[in-house]
Structures are given as structure tokens and as C-alpha cells.
């Protein structure tokens, strides 16, 4: 590990962002070679006017970066520059990688890494969309990245862990700020099977210009990105321009037509995304990088229900069926309807959506997406 006193100086020099950093590094190796070389050498690296070379040369060691690092030690975090192993390789190569993390766990585990991105205010199909997908990714050997917001983001994150495998959750905030509240949780959890990172500083809040900032990192780091909801107007869609942009894949999932949350992702496919299905689309697309076994997916068989149960689960499908349907099709009364729906619920086989609405579990269909 570098020692990180000079690279957090470096960092807070003003006018000096990842850009500069990055060519001084690349032309005298360290941060402390950096604070060190003489202003006519400095001048020389483009984009180092003689009043910046002179700002670095006088730079001296904060208050403010000595409070980060003590923060980071006694919170048990570390720090990872991009000269350090565990730094993500692919994130080298975009063209303005941070030179360091703030990081919560451990990203030595991140293999395969792929991530999965979409709307906060995302449609129970999303939803388990999004968690199933990740869950059957993360069983195939990938990590999934994500942003650990709301919605697509956070059902992500659940479904790696359900399936015991790594997920990092890049921050648009410092790590003494954790967003939303509401994953608090959710945030240890996943530092817990791999990492929590950001490039801000520990008490930097979740201000509006750190999300595009954010988003980079996320598309930066991975081998593709997957958007599973995202409207026309989305952070979820500057993700996946960027990934565009930095050469790696872009799969969108497409959703209902009638959905303002599918028309991002239909726009996605309409310029070339890859349509995703199920995980082995994004498979097949990456299997150079991500050298897995593919097995067509396999739905889950419901066991152990009662005559009544399975005749009313064989009835719902993919496609919501509203209640009043149900009672009609299947002929049956209202009130035990209801109670052998909400048992079916508890079960995990079907689910409730808006308006009396209901479907199967993905796991239990054939068709019902990923």
C-alpha cells in the first residue's frame, strides 16, 4: 500500500482534477515525485499552466486531509490508488479514472464484473426483473456493480447476495454518508461479500454533480452494463452512454410498452443494445471474458400445494391478471380466492401488483424473463 498522504495532497491541489493527476503520474510515477519536481519540469506535462505547477509546489498537507485519512483508519476503511493491485483493471483504462478510492470491504474479489443499472422508482417487475437476473449472474461466477440507490439498483445488490456471490456498490457521496438512509443495511451487507467504493471524500454528501461522477466508475468498471427500467431523462442512461463510450457492451431489458420506466430501455435496443432475456444473454455476448458453463435457466417447480393452490397458481402467468379475472376464469369466490392468493404470496410464487394485479415469480415460470 502507497503511503496516502501525498496522493490526498496532491488531489486537493485546486485546478489539479483525475486528468492531471494521471499525466503527472504517468511521467513522474508518484505523487511524491510530483509535489517535489521543479516548476519549469512541472510546465512541461500539458495542461500544467505555470500558476497551477506553482499551486502544486507550494501545496502543503491539510487539516482537512489528515482528518479523511484519520477518519477512513478508525472506521476500518482503506484506501486504493490505482497503482495498487486491487485497484479495478478495467477502470485504468477509461480516460479519466480516479486515482484513488475510498473503499469499505474488499475489491480484491471482484471477478467478471457486470453492472446492472435503472430507474429508483422502478415497477415491481423490474424489480424482480433486475433481482433474478443478478441473482443467476452472480451464480455463473460474475460480480455485479451497481449504485445502491432505489429501485433497480437496490433489487441488484439483493440478488447477488441471495445467491452468495460479490457485489460492489459505487457512491455518488463520501462513506460517512450513506445513500439513501433507507441502505443503511444494505450497505454493510454488501461490503460484506465485497465492496462499498467511492472517489469522494469521507464527509462529501450526495450532491447532484457527483452522480455523473459516479456513473463512470460504474460503466468504467465493468465488462458491460445492464440498464433493467430506465425513463428517457435518467442518470441509468448516461451509465450506459459512458459504457458506450468507454468500448464495453450496453443490454438493455425491455419492459412494457405502455411503462414511461421502458422507454429508455426500448430506446437502448432501438440504437443497437443487446435485448436481454435471461442472464445467459448477457453470457454468450461476454463468454471470452466470463468463462462459465451456460445452462439454459431451469424454472423452479412449486411443490406441495394443496388442489385448490395449484389450480389457481396454474391460472397466472407472466402477463398481470387482475383478481376479478381470476374469480371469473377459474369460477371460484371471491374471499377464498383472496386466501389462497395471499398464501401463494407468502409462498414466494406469485406476486401482488398495483391495482389487484397479479404474476408469477419469475423462478417459477418459463417465460417470465430472466
Not at 246 to 253: D, I, L, Y
Request: glycine residues 8%.
Amino acid at each position: 500500500m502507497n503511503d496516502i498522504v501525498p496522493w490526498l495532497t496532491l488531489k486537493s491541489v485546486p485546478g489539479v482534477g483525475n486528468l492531471l493527476i494521471n499525466r503527472l503520474l504517468e511521467i513522474f510515477e508518484s505523487p511524491e515525485k510530483v509535489l517535489k519536481a521543479p516548476t519549469g519540469t512541472l510546465t512541461r506535462v500539458p495542461g500544467i499552466t505555470p500558476r497551477i505547477a506553482e499551486a502544486i509546489r507550494r501545496q502543503r498537507t491539510s487539516d482537512a486531509v489528515m482528518r479523511d485519512i484519520d477518519q477512513v483508519y478508525k472506521k476500518g476503511y482503506t484506501f486504493v490508488t490505482c497503482q495498487d493491485e486491487d485497484y479495478p483493471s478495467l477502470l485504468r483504462h477509461i480516460p479519466d479514472p480516479p486515482p484513488l478510492l475510498y473503499v469499505y470491504g474488499r475489491l480484491s474479489r471482484l471477478e467478471y464484473p457486470l453492472s446492472v443499472v435503472g430507474s429508483r422508482k422502478a415497477t415491481p417487475y423490474g424489480r424482480k426483473t433486475a433481482m433474478s437476473l443478478c441473482r443467476q449472474l452472480a451464480e455463473s461466477g460474475a460480480s455485479i456493480v451497481s449504485g445502491m440507490a432505489l429501485g433497480i439498483d437496490t433489487a441488484a445488490h439483493e440478488g447477488a447476495l441471495e445467491a452468495g456471490g460479490v457485489t460492489i456498490a459505487v457512491l455518488g457521496s463520501g462513506l460517512n454518508h450513506i445513500y439513501p438512509a433507507q441502505n443503511r443495511e444494505l450497505f454493510h451487507r454488501i461490503a460484506e461479500h465485497g465492496a462499498v467504493m467511492t472517489e469522494f471524500a469521507m464527509d462529501a454528501i450526495p450532491d447532484a454533480r457527483h452522480f455523473p461522477m459516479r456513473n463512470r466508475i460504474i460503466s468504467g468498471m465493468s465488462l458491460g452494463t445492464v440498464v433493467v427500467e430506465a425513463a428517457r431523462r435518467s442518470g441509468s442512461l448516461i451509465t450506459a452512454r459512458l459504457a458506450a463510450e468507454q468500448g464495453r457492451e450496453v443490454f438493455a431489458v425491455p419492459g412494457n410498452i405502455h411503462s414511461a420506466t421502458a422507454r429508455g430501455t426500448h430506446d437502448l435496443i432501438k440504437q443497437g443494445a443487446k435485448l436481454v432475456e435471461t442472464a445467459n444473454d448477457i453470457i454468450e455476448e461476454i463468454a471470452p471474458q466470463l468463462a462459465v458453463e451456460r445452462v439454459p435457466r431451469q424454472p423452479r417447480q412449486a411443490v406441495g400445494l394443496s388442489e385448490k393452490e395449484q389450480r389457481v397458481f396454474d391460472a397466472i402467468g407472466v402477463d398481470p391478471v387482475h383478481i376479478d379475472d381470476l374469480a371469473r376464469d377459474l369460477g371460484q369466490a371471491m374471499a377464498p380466492l383472496t386466501s389462497i392468493l395471499s398464501q401463494l404470496e407468502l409462498k414466494g410464487l406469485v406476486c401482488q401488483e398495483p391495482g389487484k394485479h397479479f404474476v408469477r415469480h419469475p423462478d417459477y415460470c418459463d417465460s417470465c424473463g430472466p
